[in-house]
C-alpha cells in the first residue's frame, strides 16, 4: 500500500461563466435581513463561547446611557472607558455583576475613600439600568461576535473601474451590467470586498469539475465530490458516483475555478484592493 | 540542577510514590514504556526512540480499540461536541485524558473506563484542554474557569482545588499542568478584555503558589520602555495557555506568550511590548526571568507566540550546540542558543509579507504598512497566522523540524480606532488556506520536504483544531490531515506509507509507547481516543 500514488493537480480555469460574486442570486434581498440575523447569531454564539452570561437588555441600557452619560460620564467617560474616575469595562465590580446588586450598591453609597460620591436619589430601576448599561458596554467590547465593520469604502471607483477593465482583468470573466449587475445592491460592503477577494467555500456557484484518468487510459468525469490523498470521488454526468483509489498510474485533474481569485492575492495593492471594493459598490 | 535535586531529596520521604508516576521518571530522555507529561518528557520534541513499528511493516498497523467519551452534560457550551485536544498520559498501563471539564482513565490495554471526573464550569472557554500533569499518585487538571484541581490517580476523587484565574475578568485555563521537581506549572489564557498574563508555580502537595512570573515588568523595570504607559502595560495580555519545555541541567523554562491586548488596535500600546508575544526562559525554582526573544514585537495580528520551545542538542557550523527551535505562529521558524536566548536562524515558513525583516537581534521588524486598518489591510499568510498549537516534533534521527502549517491570506480591518483602545479592536478574515507539513532544516531554516493537502474542497474557516505531530525511532512520522485521516510518512522524505480514516480529523499530537512489549500509537479524532498497534 502506499507506493507510487497517482498525482492529482489543480488547474486554473480562467474562463468561468460564472463565479462567486456571479451566484449570489441565491438569497438576493434578503441579504440585508439574513445578514442582520447572522450577525446576531455570530454574537449570541460567541458571548456564549466566552461564557459572558446572560444578553444585556438593550431597552433598559438604552435607559441606563441617558442616566449614565450625566451622572456618571463626567469621570467614567461617557463610553464609561475611564477618564479621571476609573475604566468600569475592566472593573470588578461590573465584572462580576449579574443584574446590578454589585454596581447598584456601589453607585448609590458611593466610594467615599476613594473619592466618588454617592447618589442616593437614584431609584432601584435607574439603578438597574445604568448597570444594563455597562453590562451593554462591556458585552460590546468583550464580545467579538458584536463588532461591525467601519467604512471600508475609501477607495476610488473611478480607478476601481479602469482597474476592473484593465490591468485586473476582471472583465474577463465578469461584467458589471450581467453577473455583476446590482452586486452593489446585494451585498454589503465588507461582503463584497471579501468575496471579490476570495469568496467562501459555501458561496462557489459550483463545485469544482474533474477529470479522472484510470490506469488503462480511460477517463471519468464529473462534479468533485471528495479529494484527498487516498481517494477521489464524484458524480458523473448521470449522476452516478463513482470513488476511485489514487493507485499508481491514475490522474485527478481539478478544474478550479477560483485559481485566478487566489492568483490575484499575489497582486493586488491595498489600493487597487479599496478602488476595486469602491467601484462594485456603485453597481447598484 | 542542585536545588533540584535537593528539592527532590526534600520532598520524597514526605509523599508515597510507591506505586505513581516518580519525578524522577520525567527527567528521563524519550521515555519508551510511558508518557509520562504533555510532550512525553521536557524536551518537547515528541520523538520516540522505538522502533517495533518502523517503515517496513506499517502497512500491518490496525486498530487495537477506540474509546468514546461521553459527558452528562450533552452539547457543551459554545463549542458543541467533544473535542479531545489534549495528549493523554500513559503512567503503568492506565491512560489519563481530558476534554474541557473532564477527566478520564483508562485501562491502556483495552480501553476499559476506570473512572471518569466531570467538573460543572461557572465560565471561562471551552476551546480546548491540553491534558493533565502527574506526581506520584497525583493528578492536575485545570477546569476552564481557573480552577487549578488536584485528583487522586487511583480514583478521580479530588484532593484539592485552588483558583488560579479569574474567569469573570475573562481567564480562561486550558493548559497541561506541568510538573516540574516541586514545582506544578499553570499557565492561563485569556484575550477579551485586556488582563495581563502570568506563569505560576504551585506546590504539588498543597496547591498553593511557589511564585508567579508576570508577562509585563512593573513600572520602571527593565521591559517597561517598551510600554507606553504604566495603565497599557497593566492590560497587555501575553497569556501562557500552552505548556512549555524544561531543560533540567541549565534548570530552564522555556515558555511561549501570547498576543499583546488590545489584540488588533495596536495604537494605545506603541512599543515592543515586552514580554507578550515572546520565548522567556525562567529559572524553574525562582520564576526569574533569565532572557527573552521576542518573535512577535507589537503583535496587532493575535499571533500567540505560545507554540512550543522544542529543545535539542544539535551541531551549527560543526560545533555542538543547546538548541531551542520553534515554529511561530506569525510564520517564522526560529532556532535560539538556549543557554542564552542568541538568535541563530530566524526564516519564514510559509510566505508572509507583513515583516520588513529582522533586527539585530534576529527579531523580525513588524511593517506598519501590513496592520491592521479601517478599510482592510490585504495580508500574505493565513488569519490564524502560520501554525497553532497543534505541537510540532524534532526527530534526531533526520535532523529535522517538522510542523503543520497553514499557507494563506487574509485581510484585517481595524475596528476601534480610538486613542484607547480595548479588547480585540478589530478582526481578521480569512481569504485561502492550504494545509501542509513541512520538514525543516534546522540549520537554515529551509523546507527539506513538504507535503501540500488538497484544496480542491474549499480551505476558508481553519478553526483553532488541527493535527500534532510524532516522530519514532522507526524512521515515522505520524500526522493527520483535515479529512480524517490519520497518516504514517517516512520522516526522511515525506513519503506516505499507511493511513486510516477516522470519524473525525486528528486534533491532538498522537503518542507511542510500549506496554507489555507491544508498541502503541494513540490518536485523538474529535471525541474519539484510537489506540493502533501492529497486527501479530
Known amino acids: ?284 | 540542577m542542585k536545588s533540584f535535586l535537593a528539592c527532590l531529596l526534600a520532598v520524597l520521604p514526605a509523599v508515597s510514590l510507591a506505586q505513581g508516576l516518580q519525578p524522577q521518571q520525567l527527567l528521563q530522555k524519550e521515555p519508551t514504556n510511558t508518557w509520562p507529561t504533555y510532550n512525553g518528557d521536557y524536551s518537547g520534541r515528541r520523538f520516540s526512540p522505538l522502533t517495533q513499528i518502523q517503515t517496513g511493516n506499517v502497512h500491518r498497523l490496525a486498530l487495537s480499540w477506540m474509546y468514546r467519551v461521553r459527558i452528562p452534560s450533552g452539547p457543551m457550551r459554545g463549542v458543541g461536541e467533544p473535542d479531545i485536544k489534549c495528549t493523554p498520559l500513559m503512567v503503568n498501563g492506565i491512560l489519563y485524558f481530558t476534554v474541557p471539564d473532564h477527566v478520564f482513565a483508562l485501562d491502556a490495554h483495552t480501553g476499559q473506563k476506570l473512572w471518569q471526573y466531570d467538573w460543572v464550569d461557572k465560565g471561562g472557554h471551552l476551546v480546548g484542554n491540553r491534558g493533565l500533569g502527574m506526581y506520584g499518585d497525583w493528578l492536575y487538571f485545570l477546569a476552564p474557569d481557573g480552577w487549578f484541581i488536584s485528583l487522586e490517580a487511583k480514583t478521580g476523587k479530588e484532593r484539592w482545588r485552588q483558583k488560579v484565574a479569574d474567569e469573570k475578568m475573562q481567564y480562561f485555563t486550558t493548559g497541561a499542568p506541568m510538573v516540574v521537581g516541586h514545582h506544578v506549572i499553570v499557565g492561563v489564557g485569556g484575550d477579551a478584555i485586556d488582563v495581563p498574563g502570568y506563569l505560576e508555580a504551585r506546590d504539588p502537595v498543597t496547591g498553593q503558589l511557589q511564585w508567579r512570573w508576570n508577562s509585563e515588568p512593573s513600572k520602571g523595570e527593565p521591559g517597561s520602555e517598551t510600554w507606553p504607559d504604566e495603565n497599557a502595560m497593566r492590560h497587555g495580555g501575553g497569556m501562557t495557555w500552552l505548556p512549555g519545555t524544561y531543560d533540567p541541567e541549565l534548570n530552564l523554562l522555556y515558555w511561549g506568550t501570547g498576543n499583546a491586548n488590545p489584540v488588533m488596535a495596536g495604537q494605545g500600546r506603541k512599543g515592543a511590548d515586552l514580554w507578550t508575544c515572546s520565548i522567556v526562559a525562567l529559572n524553574a525554582d525562582s520564576g526569574k526571568l533569565v532572557w527573552y526573544f521576542q518573535g512577535s514585537p507589537h503583535d496587532t495580528h493575535d499571533w500567540d507566540n505560545t507554540e512550543t520551545p522544542v529543545l535539542f542538542d544539535a551541531k551549527i557550523d560543526g560545533k555542538p550546540r543547546k538548541l531551542l527551535a520553534q515554529a511561530a505562529r506569525n510564520g517564522y521558524f526560529f532556532v535560539l542558543d538556549r543557554t542564552n536566548g542568541e538568535s541563530i536562524v530566524s526564516k519564514p515558513y510559509v510566505p508572509l509579507n507583513w515583516s520588513k525583516g529582522l533586527d539585530a537581534r534576529g527579531e523580525p521588524v513588524p511593517d506598519p504598512q501590513k496592520q491592521p486598518t479601517v478599510d482592510g489591510n490585504l495580508l500574505t499568510i493565513n488569519g490564524a497566522g502560520g501554525t497553532n498549537w497543534m505541537p510540532p516534533s524534532y526527530s534526531p534521527q533526520t535532523e529535522l523540524f517538522y510542523v503543520n502549517a497553514f499557507r494563506g491570506y487574509s485581510v484585517t480591518y481595524l475596528t476601534d480606532t480610538s486613542e484607547h483602545p480595548e479588547g480585540y479592536g478589530g478582526s481578521i478574515h480569512t481569504l485561502w488556506t492550504q494545509h501542509v507539513l513541512e520538514a525543516l532544516d534546522y540549520k537554515t531554516g529551509n523546507v527539506k520536504w513538504s507535503h501540500a493537502y488538497s484544496t480542491a474542497m474549499g480551505t476558508n474557516g481553519v478553526g483553532l483544531g488541527g493535527p500534532g505531530v510524532l516522530t519514532t525511532g522507526g524512521g515515522l512520522l505520524f500526522s493527520g490531515d483535515y479529512f480524517g485521516n490519520f497518516i504514517a510518512f517516512n520522516s526522511a522524505n515525506g513519503e506516505i506509507l499507511w493511513h486510516f480514516s477516522m470519524l473525525h480529523s486528528l486534533g491532538n499530537g498522537p503518542e507511542t509507547y510500549t506496554l507489555d512489549g507491544r508498541q502503541y500509537v494513540v490518536a485523538g479524532g474529535g471525541d474519539t481516543l484510537y489506540v493502533f498497534a501492529l497486527n501479530e
Not at chain 1, 18 to 44: F, K, L, N, V
Not at chain 1, 104 to 122: I, W, Y
Request: proline share 5%; hydrophobic share 35%.
Open chain 1, 1 to 284: 500500500m502506499g507506493t507510487g500514488r497517482g498525482k492529482w493537480v489543480l488547474v486554473a480555469c480562467f474562463c468561468l461563466g460564472t463565479s462567486a460574486i456571479a451566484q449570489d442570486e441565491a438569497p438576493a434581498h434578503t441579504a440585508a435581513s439574513s445578514g442582520q440575523q447572522q450577525e446576531d447569531s455570530r454574537a449570541i454564539r460567541t458571548r456564549e463561547f466566552l461564557g459572558l452570561g446572560r444578553i444585556p437588555d438593550a431597552k433598559m441600557a438604552a435607559e441606563g446611557a441617558k442616566i449614565f452619560g450625566p451622572t456618571c460620564g463626567f469621570c467614567h467617560g461617557a463610553d464609561a472607558r475611564g477618564g479621571s474616575g476609573p475604566d468600569l469595562l475592566r472593573s470588578s465590580v461590573v465584572l462580576d455583576d449579574n443584574q446590578g446588586e454589585l454596581i447598584g450598591q456601589t453607585v448609590r453609597n458611593g466610594r467615599p475613600a476613594k473619592g466618588m460620591p454617592a447618589f442616593p436619589s437614584l431609584s432601584d430601576e435607574q439603578l438597574r439600568d445604568i448597570a444594563e448599561y455597562l453590562h451593554q458596554q462591556v458585552e460590546l467590547t468583550a464580545n467579538r461576535g458584536t463588532y461591525k465593520l467601519l467604512n471600508i469604502v475609501t477607495g476610488n471607483p473611478q480607478a476601481g473601474e479602469a482597474y476592473f477593465n484593465g490591468e485586473g482583468k476582471c472583465n474577463t470573466c465578469h461584467s458589471a451590467t450581467g453577473d455583476l449587475a446590482h452586486i452593489g445592491s446585494k451585498m454589503k460592503p465588507p461582503e463584497l470586498q471579501q468575496a471579490f477577494l476570495y469568496p467562501a467555500a459555501a458561496d462557489r456557484s459550483s463545485p469544482p469539475k474533474v477529470t479522472v484518468t484510470l490506469p488503462d487510459g480511460s477517463h471519468l468525469e464529473g462534479t468533485l465530490k471528495h479529494l484527498d490523498d487516498f481517494y477521489v470521488s464524484l458524480d458523473d454526468a448521470q449522476g452516478n458516483y463513482h470513488s476511485i483509489p489514487l493507485q499508481k498510474g491514475v490522474a485527478v485533474k481539478v478544474e478550479d475555478q477560483l485559481e485566478f481569485h487566489r492568483q490575484m492575492l499575489d497582486k493586488y495593492t491595498n489600493q487597487q484592493m479599496h478602488d476595486l471594493t469602491a467601484y462594485l459598490v456603485t453597481l447598484k
